[in-house]
């Protein structure tokens, strides 16, 4: 009895509550109320999750071992101050301020929850509306030293080659895919009315 009650209860909070609540997830339309951008008309968008936009790029992502350093978690503001530090929450500011918490659906069309283990890094959920610059997040990877006197960011040079003329290094087909998935994490589509007066 005592044996069930330690093994059920912990099995009952860590496995089946969450199990439950994480089959819920769905879709959700807009109404005529919101105001989805680039022509959304669910919640979560299957095709410009854009997040998930670069397959190869995230599994380079997953090879290189960014995960633990930098986490894809925007959390609650009763969990931490992640809402509080400019740009991590998505975009800010003006009529439509985007920024929010994640949402377990912002992750359905990724195969991996890329979640991260710790934060030695920024957290890169929104890193696609912080840097929009194609050769400047290639230099954040190939020269981060350049870019950030005492970061701890390390290089990422094994995925550049020397260019062909000589002069100076290219990227790698690794090093292109992985730039175009960190242009393409922007975890703040606009959430309907629906979603957010659900249950
Ligand atoms: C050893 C830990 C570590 C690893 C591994 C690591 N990073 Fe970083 N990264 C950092 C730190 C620390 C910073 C912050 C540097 C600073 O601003 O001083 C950073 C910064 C960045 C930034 C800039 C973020 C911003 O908001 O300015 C990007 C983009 C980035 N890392 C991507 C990656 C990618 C992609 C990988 C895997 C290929 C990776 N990092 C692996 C520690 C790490």
Known sequence: ???????GL????LVVVPYLSAAKVGTFAYSEGDHPEDGQKVYPDPVSQRYGSSDYGRQVYAAEGCAYCHTQV?????????????GWAGREG????????????DYVTEPVALLGYQRIGPDLSNVGHRITDREEMHRHLRDPRELELEGGMPSFRHLYRRSLTGEGVEPTSRADALVDYLLSLK????LPAAYLSRN
């Open 187 to 190: 975890k703040d589509q606009p």
């Open 74 to 86: 925007i959390r609650p503001t009763y969990a931490g101050p992640d809402m509080w530090i400019p």
């Open 1 to 7: 009895m005592g044996l069930g009650i330690c093994f």
């Open 10 to 13: 912990p099995w009952l909070i």
């Open 94 to 105: 003006g009529k439509e301020n985007f920024a929010r918490e994640t949402q377990p659906e």
